[in-house]
């Protein structure tokens, strides 16, 4: 419990702080992926779930004036922004911590890459696939896909999301596979081992 607290409080101190969300004028740059993953493999799914649930509310109370992407789609469906912020959040700390645990017991090192490249690639996976779910046949977010000039929303996708997902998936890779490597040389991983 006093990790999960720990690894919450870093989510919501780095979210207040330029450390957790790098603004751009579509979608900002999170770097918020990083103590998930780690708390993921750190603290196993369930944990993860935690922590992407934690990463997912502070992403909604981006939505009240901080982000003007979230407050516009806020202001087209509450319902649809706040699904679009939490769920995609609490399945990619969820998964991320599967991903690690099943790993775990076949590629010791390997694991905490993988799963540290696997949180920042899921969250853009499943945040855009709710936002295209969601809001792709609304005039804002078609005033976006008129801008890049893209034909369907696969290449929507690629577009709006292409570079700054490259910079989070190498951010998170190199930070969380360190410090989570780190923290399991230390035996601080309670993450689950996978039923044989």
Not at 20 to 28: A, E, K, N, V
Request: aromatic share 12%; charged share 5%.
């Amino acid at each position: 419990m006093v990790e999960l607290a720990l690894m919450v409080a870093i989510i919501f101190v780095m979210a207040f702080t330029p450390l957790g969300y790098f603004r751009t004028p579509g979608l900002s740059i999170t770097f918020l992926t990083v103590p998930v993953a780690v708390g993921a493999i750190v603290l196993g799914p369930k944990g993860g779930a935690v922590c992407g649930l934690a990463f997912g509310i502070t992403s909604l109370m981006q939505c009240f004036g901080a982000s003007a992407f979230g407050t516009m789609l806020f202001g087209i469906n509450p319902a649809g922004t706040v699904f679009l912020c939490i769920v995609p959040r609490i399945l990619e700390g969820w998964l991320c911590g599967l991903i690690f645990m099943l790993l775990r017991g076949r590629f010791k090192n390997g694991a905490y890459m993988a799963a540290s490249l696997a949180c920042p690639l899921l969250n853009t996976l499943l945040y855009m696939s709710s936002l295209v779910v969601i809001f792709y046949g609304t005039d804002y977010i078609q005033g976006f896909v008129q801008a890049l000039g893209v034909a369907n929303p696969v290449l929507f996708v690629i577009a709006f999301v292409g570079v700054q997902g490259a910079i989070e998936a190498v951010v998170c890779f190199l930070i969380a596979g360190a410090v989570s490597r780190a923290l399991g040389a230390a035996g601080i991983v309670r993450a689950p081992q996978p039923v044989r």
